[in-house]
């Protein structure tokens, strides 16, 4: 017993020496989520009828004389146009940078006329082990064995399946997947004092710009996510010297004018279905007396009866998108209106944000399947394989709008009397961290708010992505802190 306890020291010893935490990392989620997306049978999300927005911008179509299944099962192949495409993007979008890739690498190897969804899923694997890299090297402090538990913790977290199914896929979640984790990795690194030469600081800041950027703009309901990403660009202040404010001043400019055009370029296609589902899925459906509400919006209290309707819904009462539905209905009424509608009927504004809050874990797609109809699973089946963290979050976390406001300002206080003290201690961390959990914490909130009041409940769970990922981001970096004893003070520079 004594001799094999020894050899498990010895191989522990091994480990640390020549594999560091974050590598330790990278090479455990490689083989987990390697396993999950390239090992039949083939794993992913079914399309939900929105894989057309990405098809039309980079030319692939539904294969002739092949089944094409929505939410039943996924659709492992795709047509590549060998010609010209006529079709324009529905929506603009960064979420082709991430695609045309996945092509080009499925036509240099396998075929240049069909086209593998597993490509788009190896564009992802790649870049998310190197997200996931960055996440532990910013958590992690040296190689004891908490870090390296650190380390395996961040597995579980964001290696979860519920996230990793987006990789196969057409869904942008992937690309906010491995861009946010990136993001707010690279900015927590820029602030460690071993972050010395400066070509690495240059780097990292610039993994900080193109990420953030890309998330921003893969969706245009994120715009409004460049104001908490400059919350956390503000930490960079105290990094710099009194001549390079003007970097700092750069890089805040640069994601206000990222969200701005990304909000300036939706399509008014967009616009009405946000604003019909806004009022059917959110107003009307929270409201007691929705004829009256429309009233004294001064709209026809008839429209009442679209209640719970969707814009695209198969068998409407009216045509949305007819002359009558369009002016005397959705062009009647914008955000502010509803927002006012809210701020004065606040049950319904808590109850429709209490909503919002039971979907705020639930990262695992439900409406879809994550097989194909070769694996012999029923219809919408769905992966178990290593979601024990987003099942457990999903069942444990408290759905209630109000516990995310406590959690978030608990989150605050805390890192506010680090920064507080890392003031005084003219140190950069502390206060960086602040910058970071404070745009976190506004991401929760601001994105629940933001989904009702732009869609209602249309699609929750599906727009409030970033929730999730933000939550667990705060929950990393306080279990990090704790381990490390970091929460008041910066570290010294690991070994």
């Given at each position: 017993?004594?001799?094999?306890?020894?050899?498990?020291?010895?191989?522990?010893?091994?480990?640390?020496?020549?594999?560091?935490?974050?590598?330790?990392?990278?090479?455990?989620?490689?083989?987990?989520?390697?396993?999950?997306?390239?090992?039949?049978?083939?794993?992913?999300?079914?399309?939900?009828?929105?894989?057309?927005?990405?098809?039309?911008?980079?030319?692939?179509?539904?294969?002739?004389?092949?089944?094409?299944?929505?939410?039943?099962?996924?659709?492992?192949?795709?047509?590549?146009?060998?010609?010209?495409?006529?079709?324009?993007?529905?929506?603009?979008?960064?979420?082709?940078?991430?695609?045309?890739?996945?092509?080009?690498?499925?036509?240099?190897?396998?075929?240049?006329?069909?086209?593998?969804?597993?490509?788009?899923?190896?564009?992802?694997?790649?870049?998310?082990?190197?997200?996931?890299?960055?996440?532990?090297?910013?958590?992690?402090?040296?190689?004891?064995?908490?870090?390296?538990?650190?380390?395996?913790?961040?597995?579980?977290?964001?290696?979860?399946?519920?996230?990793?199914?987006?990789?196969?896929?057409?869904?942008?979640?992937?690309?906010?997947?491995?861009?946010?984790?990136?993001?707010?990795?690279?900015?927590?690194?820029?602030?460690?004092?071993?972050?010395?030469?400066?070509?690495?600081?240059?780097?990292?800041?610039?993994?900080?710009?193109?990420?953030?950027?890309?998330?921003?703009?893969?969706?245009?309901?994120?715009?409004?996510?460049?104001?908490?990403?400059?919350?956390?660009?503000?930490?960079?202040?105290?990094?710099?010297?009194?001549?390079?404010?003007?970097?700092?001043?750069?890089?805040?400019?640069?994601?206000?004018?990222?969200?701005?055009?990304?909000?300036?370029?939706?399509?008014?296609?967009?616009?009405?279905?946000?604003?019909?589902?806004?009022?059917?899925?959110?107003?009307?459906?929270?409201?007691?007396?929705?004829?009256?509400?429309?009233?004294?919006?001064?709209?026809?209290?008839?429209?009442?009866?679209?209640?719970?309707?969707?814009?695209?819904?198969?068998?409407?009462?009216?045509?949305?998108?007819?002359?009558?539905?369009q002016r005397d209905f959705v062009q009647r009424f914008d955000f502010v209106w509803v927002l006012r509608f809210y701020l004065t009927h606040l049950p319904a504004f808590g109850r429709i944000l209490d909503l919002?809050?039971?979907?705020?874990?639930?990262?695992?797609?439900?409406?879809?399947?994550?097989?194909?109809?070769?694996?012999?699973?029923?219809?919408?089946?769905?992966?178990?394989?290593?979601?024990?963290?987003?099942?457990f979050m999903g069942t444990f976390f408290p759905a209630k709008f109000a516990f995310y406001c406590l959690f978030v300002a608990v989150m605050m206080g805390l890192y506010a009397g680090g920064a507080y003290l890392?003031?005084?201690?003219?140190?950069?961390?502390?206060?960086?961290?602040?910058?970071?959990?404070?745009?976190?914490?506004?991401?929760?909130?601001?994105?629940?708010?933001?989904?009702?009041?732009?869609?209602?409940?249309?699609?929750?769970?599906?727009?409030?992505?970033?929730?999730?990922?933000?939550?667990?981001?705060?929950?990393?970096?306080?279990?990090?802190?704790?381990?490390?004893?970091?929460?008041?003070?910066?570290?010294?520079?690991?070994?």
């Open positions: 017993m004594t001799q094999f306890k020894n050899k498990i020291k010895q191989f522990g010893r091994m480990v640390q020496q020549w594999c560091s935490p974050a590598l330790f990392a990278v090479l455990a989620a490689a083989v987990i989520v390697g396993l999950l997306l390239f090992v039949p049978p083939l794993n992913g999300y079914a399309d939900n009828g929105d894989f057309y927005r990405m098809m039309d911008a980079v030319g692939l179509y539904h294969r002739l004389g092949q089944p094409y299944h929505m939410v039943a099962y996924i659709n492992p192949t795709y047509g590549i146009r060998q010609y010209f495409n006529e079709n324009t993007a529905a929506l603009f979008s960064s979420q082709p940078l991430f695609i045309r890739p996945a092509i080009w690498l499925n036509q240099l190897v396998f075929n240049r006329l069909v086209f593998d969804i597993r490509f788009q899923g190896i564009i992802y694997y790649v870049l998310f082990l190197g997200a996931l890299y960055l996440v532990v090297r910013a958590v992690t402090r040296g190689r004891g064995l908490r870090q390296y538990v650190l380390a395996a913790v961040c597995v579980f977290v964001f290696a979860d399946s519920s996230y990793t199914l987006y990789f196969n896929s057409l869904f942008g979640e992937a690309a906010m997947a491995v861009t946010g984790m990136a993001a707010v990795a690279a900015l927590l690194l820029l602030a460690r004092r071993e972050t010395r030469p400066a070509w690495r600081r240059w780097l990292l800041l610039a993994i900080f710009l193109l990420s953030a950027g890309l998330l921003i703009t893969v969706k245009q309901q994120n715009a409004p996510l460049a104001l908490s990403y400059m919350v956390m660009a503000l930490g960079l202040l105290p990094l710099l010297p009194r001549r390079k404010k003007l970097l700092a001043a750069g890089v805040l400019a640069a994601l206000l004018i990222t969200g701005g055009m990304t909000y300036k370029l939706i399509t008014p296609e967009f616009q009405n279905i946000n604003r019909y589902q806004t009022m059917t899925r959110g107003v009307l459906l929270m409201d007691k007396n929705p004829g009256k509400t429309l009233k004294e919006g001064k709209i026809n209290p008839q429209f009442a009866l679209l209640r719970q309707s969707v814009y695209y819904q198969s068998y409407q009462p009216v045509n949305t998108r007819g002359t009558v539905v919002a809050a039971k979907d705020g874990q639930l990262t695992q797609v439900k409406a879809v399947s994550n097989y194909s109809a070769a694996s012999g699973r029923t219809k919408q089946a769905q992966t178990h394989y290593f979601t024990g963290f987003s099942s890392g003031f005084r201690r003219h140190q950069a961390w502390p206060i960086m961290k602040l910058a970071v959990v404070t745009g976190l914490g506004s991401i929760i909130i601001g994105v629940m708010v933001i989904s009702v009041v732009g869609d209602g409940d249309a699609d929750l769970a599906k727009h409030l992505f970033m929730v999730a990922q933000s939550t667990d981001w705060l929950l990393i970096l306080l279990l990090s802190d704790v381990t490390n004893q970091t929460l008041f003070r910066e570290p010294e520079a690991a070994v």
